[in-house]
């Protein structure tokens, strides 16, 4: 049966028009005030309204109708009117900078007076008008709901130039009203870019087993517990759990790991995978909606409403830069009396460009990161992963395996060779069931040595395993504290390692050490977590001191042992109340409550594991060790790109503002300068989607 509805319903609603902080934060006024809405989050970027509403209250129709009267209606055709292609990126750009020269040109050889002379009236206004009707039509609808936006000032400033006469100036403002709206549209559609993909690879359809047949049905209304049919070339469209079949499943649109995986019945399965070759039943686990894939998708789209320090400045701005323009423009009134100079004023305060500085830099470096298999919780992580100066991490399961394998093979006996050593102890073991039971059969399997059925066998709980093998009693057990002070033994056991011994019939004939084994990259990581300047990397362990110190020595870090949960998390807050930005590393399970405290909380969890998901703030799909300095790398750079964005695009708009007010700016000029902070920074976010060498410069 179908769970029954509940008290909360959320509404995620494409919006057209929503393009600025100024524009979000109308949107969510005007639905704050409806009643029977309990959330308002509005995201220019993703250009998305989340609404999470009462449903005996208002409804899905309500909050359309209310966006529409605010000027906002929803995207009925989810029409994406942003190019597809950086070819096309390239070309509106260049199209801009040849149009900038042409106007730049045209003024300076007094074209633009010119051609104001000798052209009606009439022909000028009408091309004003068709031309910026659709802006227009928006600033009145704003100017009716009492709303000043960026395109107000310059609708202003072409009104001010034709009453002045100046038409040749308020039509070129009206072209490069136009350009710049596509540039930014184009701007925050790149952005835009990465969660398209993400969402594009969405299984629509899946193929059911329902009263005896397979039937073909939309991905959203398979059930938990129903069967799903994936042949090969599809895309397995629910989590779930193979029933039968086997096939090798690609799963890179969820972890970025570029080679299939095997899978047979038993296994989990995810939704977006592909199966590359074979053929599978799977069990649903959870609805479409629920997925892990589907939780990818949220994750990245909802980043942008976890704005950092630097979206807040831009937010900020826009509300006090508005006034600041319009003080500007009254007090060149004042003392120029210069009508042009005064729209020269309005044209060339545009804010939008300002308002989108940051979250394309951020969005961008998030998209980036999630087709590598990486999840980054919003600009604020980036912020913080940027600056971080500490690394700590968890050992079990995160530095290592998490399970135990054969090291070293000592053989005491000279005429028993490491091989025979395996053989007694693996076909002693056979039957058992203990994880260093599991790696002694593995590294015999590993080595081609063949294992025999022991005759009898006997388990003796927590002392180890007596076995008849070829004839020979042989006992696998673990030393006593006399054997482990003698070599080679100690020198074993001081490296924290787990050791047995192997008699054969009442005689040590060797030795086996075990210990949990690294994860392979994870020393080049820490290496280049050190290239990268962060000096402070620690292990947080609740393993024993021995193993703890040989895993700190192996890699050059420093090591804290036998530490319960809570004592990870003194040990976060200590450095932090040092003044560092701490990073924590662990697998999501025994280190949630570090995870939770650290600046950053990095999660090498497996693909699903919803404790990892919810309490880091970085999740890495898969257990790749070289993502995590590349993530610092990356969030580094738009920590950079951001700056400049911010930086470069407020002191150019102020400058363009002295420059008008001062006179030096005329109308046309000041329109073609509007638009060069949307280029620089399409061109300068740009760079983050480009892939650099290893090892190169960063």
């Known amino acids: 049966m179908r769970p029954e509805p509940s008290e909360r319903t959320t509404l995620v609603l494409p919006v057209a028009g929503l393009d600025c902080a100024e524009c979000a934060r109308h949107v969510e006024e005007a639905l704050g005030r409806l009643p029977g809405v309990l959330e308002v989050e509005a995201l220019p970027i993703a250009r998305t309204v989340t609404v999470v509403l009462d449903p005996a209250r208002t409804d899905r129709a309500a909050v359309e109708r209310t966006l529409t009267a605010a000027g906002y209606p929803v995207d009925r055709g989810q029409v994406d009117e942003v190019e597809r292609t950086w070819r096309r990126v390239v070309g509106l750009v260049v199209a801009a900078v040849l149009v900038v020269l042409a106007v730049v040109g045209m003024e300076l050889s007094g074209l ?72 930014e549209t184009l701007t925050g559609g790149q952005a835009r870019r990465a969660l398209r993909e993400l969402a594009a690879l969405a299984p629509q359809r899946a193929r059911v087993e329902r009263d005896g047949s397979d039937v073909e049905v939309p991905v959203s209304s398979v059930l938990p517990g129903e069967v799903v049919v994936v042949r090969t070339g599809e895309a397995i469209p629910v989590d779930g759990t193979v029933v039968e079949g086997s096939a090798l499943v690609d799963e890179a649109a969820l972890t970025g790991e570029p080679f299939p995986r095997a899978v047979v019945a038993g296994e989990t399965v995810y939704a977006a995978s592909v199966v590359r070759s074979g053929y599978l039943r799977v069990r649903a686990s959870a609805p479409a909606a629920e997925s892990a894939f589907a939780r990818i998708v949220r994750l990245v ?51 939008c460009a300002f308002a989108l500085a940051t979250p394309i830099a951020m969005v961008a470096t998030i998209g980036r990161a999630a087709r590598r298999g990486v999840l980054v919780k919003g600009g604020a992580v980036i912020e913080r992963l940027a600056c971080v100066d500490v690394v700590l991490l968890d050992k079990t399961g995160t530095l290592t395996l998490g399970r135990p394998s054969v090291t070293d093979v000592v053989a005491f006996d000279d ?32 080595r081609g040595v063949a294992l025999v059925a022991p ?87 609740g393993d024993q001191e021995k193993a703890a110190a040989a895993l700190g020595q192996a890699l050059g870090i420093g090591w804290r042992a036998r530490l319960l949960p809570e004592d990870k998390l003194a040990v976060v807050r200590a450095y932090q109340a040092a003044g560092h930005v701490v990073a924590m ?114």
Not at 595 to 619: F, N, P, S, Y
Request: hydrophobic share 50%; glycine share 10%; aromatic share 6%.
């Open 112 to 183: 633009v007076e010119r051609l104001n002379e000798r052209v009606p009236w009439p022909v000028w206004l009408t091309g004003i008008v068709l031309g910026g009707l659709p802006i227009f039509r928006d600033v009145a609808r704003a100017t009716w709901q009492r709303r000043v936006t960026a395109h107000t000032l310059m609708t202003l400033g072409a009104v001010a130039a034709i009453v002045v006469g100046a038409w040749a100036a308020a039509a070129i403002v009206v072209l490069f009203m136009r350009l710049g709206a596509a540039l």
């Open 301 to 351: 789209e909802g980043a942008e409403a976890n704005r950092g320090r630097l979206q807040r400045v831009a937010d900020r701005f826009s509300g006090w830069y508005l006034p600041v323009v319009v003080g500007v423009a009254a007090l060149t009134a004042f003392l120029r009396r210069d009508p042009l100079a005064v729209a020269a004023v309005l044209v060339v305060a545009c804010s």
């Open 415 to 446: 005429s028993v060779g490491e091989d025979d050593l395996l053989r007694y102890a693996a076909s002693a073991e056979r039957y058992a069931e203990h994880p260093l039971a599991e790696a002694i059969r593995l590294a015999a399997r590993e």
């Open 455 to 541: 005759e009898s066998f006997v388990l003796e709980p927590g002392v180890g395993v007596t076995a008849r093998v070829d004839g020979a009693t042989i006992r696998v057990r673990a030393p006593s504290p006399a054997e482990l002070a003698q070599a080679p033994l100690a020198g074993l056991e001081a490296q924290g390692k787990t050791i047995v011994v192997v008699e054969r019939d009442g005689q040590r004939v060797g030795a086996l050490a075990f210990a949990d084994t690294l994860r392979p990259g994870v020393a080049e990581a820490v290496a280049e977590l050190r290239r990268l300047g962060i000096r402070t990397i620690e292990l947080l362990t």
């Open 585 to 698: 590393v662990g697998d999501g399970i025994n280190d949630a409550p570090a995870l939770a405290q650290a600046d950053v909380g990095i999660a090498m969890g497996r693909l699903g594991t919803a404790l990892a998901a919810e309490t880091a703030d970085v999740v890495l799909l898969r257990e790749d060790w070289s993502l995590v300095p590349e993530t610092i790398v990356w969030s580094r750079r738009a920590l950079r790109t951001a700056w400049v964005n911010l930086a470069g695009t407020g002191l150019y708009n102020l400058v363009g503002l002295a420059l008008a007010g001062l006179g030096i700016l005329p109308p046309t000029l000041a329109a073609t300068a509007q638009v060069v902070p949307d280029v620089f920074i399409l061109g300068n976010s740009a760079r983050l989607g480009v892939e650099r060498r290893r090892g190169g410069r960063r």
